[in-house]
């Protein structure tokens, strides 16, 4: 085809799909990042808090199992509508209230007078966690060049590592000596400032565009382009993609995309319940082991040391995920969980939002989100339930079987997305495809 041809059919979002990194892209990432690291302080802090926030209020493990699983409560809510409301109302819009409410709810945590209080401000604080990371990697995914599409996914998560860090800094000198309040509040204004400054992101122009607004898609996409040098570029004429029209919630479980929506939900599952049954008791595990009774702060220290661990999981991911693919890199993660656990949550956050089409995206990463959040309500309450009778390697051997069986669901049943665009996506479910 004739170059002038091509160029004049090109679709603006194919101009988007094929402009290169530039500081457009790395500012998204930073801002869209800077929130999910709060998010994921304020999560890993109940690691280091519930042990006294149990002394404060004298509850039992049960009552200490409410307090980690109420977050999840919220998050399972936030995750499922905050993604219909992305694809009714748009992606930026509803990734910053999110964070609004998530710093409302982490101060009210700091404030709760009594038990019953911290359970309802866990929720509200939930409810902004997890309203905002399907809808912030749907975004950064819509606005990302295909090529680095599943790299800048994996980057974006690895904020969560630099998050789980952050908590076992405040966790050693914070927490240490003002109390498990402060630990909760010193997350709450920085968040509050990140979602003040996500108002300069634009909105996702495979959104607009989807809703018939291709002048002001337009004029993101070549935003994007003068920021990457491309000034001979924004010459191209506005030429829109094809508009999907009205989709039904039922879609995700339609002939088209069930198969994706059972691989999405059986691995969000057990990831966040063999993550959460995992790490929030660790700290409360390696005091009952009397850890601390030899060297008082020595659990979070050494919780702490193991959360740094993580970051190599994710760098490792991000080289992986466009070299050798989504799916060899899930089962790979997923299998070697001891080092890698983070990698494989971000090769999740990389595949949700591209299974499906514009209309749904965010709605369809936002419900496997919010599946995967039944995981973490239920993993907080089976550790202490499990240890006593079974004991802490055998709990911990359980969870590796699971995952184990998460990595074979991927296997049989995920799809290798490496290279294709959006758009190729959403229009060609279950074609088979070389992953070389």
Do not use: C
Not at 290 to 301: E, H
Request: no cysteine; glycine share 10%; charged share 15%.
């Amino acid at each position: 085809m004739p170059r002038e041809l091509s160029a004049a059919t090109e679709t603006f979002v194919a101009r988007l799909d094929r402009v290169p990194l530039n500081s457009f892209h790395w500012r998204l990432l930073i801002l869209s990042g800077l929130g999910w690291m709060f998010d994921a302080m304020d999560v890993l802090m109940l690691s280091f808090l519930l042990t006294p926030i149990r002394g404060e209020f004298k509850l039992d493990p049960a009552g200490v199992g409410l307090i980690a699983s109420a977050t999840f409560v919220g998050m399972f809510i936030g995750a499922a509508a905050a993604g219909r409301l992305a694809d009714r109302y748009g992606r930026r819009a509803v990734f910053t209230v999110t964070l609004v409410v998530f710093s409302i709810g982490s101060a009210l945590s700091a404030l709760a007078p009594t038990f019953e209080t911290l359970l309802a401000a866990r929720v509200i604080a939930g409810l902004g966690l997890g309203g905002e990371l399907p809808v912030v990697a749907t975004l950064v995914s819509e606005l990302s060049p295909r090529a680095q599409r599943g790299r800048m996914i994996v980057l974006l998560e690895s904020f969560w590592a630099y998050g789980t860090i952050l908590a076992g800094i405040v966790a050693i000198t914070v927490v240490a000596n003002f109390g498990w309040r402060w630990g909760f509040a010193v997350g709450a204004l920085p968040a509050l400032y990140v979602a003040y400054l996500r108002r300069a992101l634009p909105e996702s122009p495979r959104f607009l565009a989807e809703r018939g607004r291709a002048p002001e898609a337009d004029a993101v996409v070549r935003r994007v382009e003068r920021a990457g040098g491309g000034a001979l570029l924004t010459l191209a004429p506005a030429v829109p993609p094809t508009r999907a029209g009205r989709t039904r919630l039922g879609e995700l479980f339609g002939a088209r995309y069930a198969r994706r929506t059972a691989m999405l939900w059986i691995l969000w599952f057990g990831v966040v319940l063999t993550y959460y049954g995992m790490f929030l008791w660790i700290p409360s595990l390696l005091v009952a082991r009397g850890l601390d009774d030899v060297r008082p702060g020595q659990a979070n220290m050494l919780f702490f040391l193991s959360t740094v661990a993580q970051v190599p999981g994710y760098f490792s991911a991000a080289w992986l995920i466009e070299r050798a693919g989504r799916k060899a890199t899930l089962v790979v993660w997923l299998a070697l969980l001891s080092f890698f656990n983070l990698g494989a949550w971000g090769v999740m956050y990389a595949v949700s939002p591209e299974l499906y089409p514009t209309a749904i995206r965010a709605t369809g990463a936002g419900v496997a989100a919010a599946v995967g959040r039944l995981g973490g309500i239920i993993g907080p309450f089976l550790t202490p339930v499990l240890v006593p009778v079974i004991g802490q390697s055998a709990v911990f051997a359980l969870f590796m079987v699971v995952l184990l069986l998460v990595a074979a669901n991927v296997l049989v049943l995920g799809e290798e997305t490496k290279g294709m665009s959006l758009e190729q996506l959403s229009g060609a479910a279950f074609v088979p495809r070389s992953t070389g």
